[in-house]
């Protein structure tokens, strides 16, 4: 059984976001559709593919490094959420110039 880098799985979900194609993906690099939705399913879980540290203080430093990725990465996403409804506010004030009802 061949055994895969925690940041090359974390690569292949980042792929498989992108492109949309978990078969295609696996294609590409050869692995099992099987392998990466488990380790999507892993990742959705804890926010990474890494297993938790044994030791308690390290387990909650580690989760606590998670949680702080994790919440900047939904501040970005809460910000391109508001930048795209603003543009998507400006694309409709303008139709509705261009073509009044």
Known sequence: MKHYDD?????????????????????????????????????????SVAPLPKDKDNRVKELEHRLNVVSIENDRLKKLVAEKELELLILRELRDRVNPK
């Open 7 to 47: 940041k090359f799985k974390e690569q292949v979900i980042k792929e498989c976001q992108e492109v949309g194609n978990i078969s295609l993906v696996a294609r590409r690099h050869d692995i099992s559709k099987t392998t990466i939705f488990g380790w999507i399913k892993t990742y959705k879980k804890r926010g």
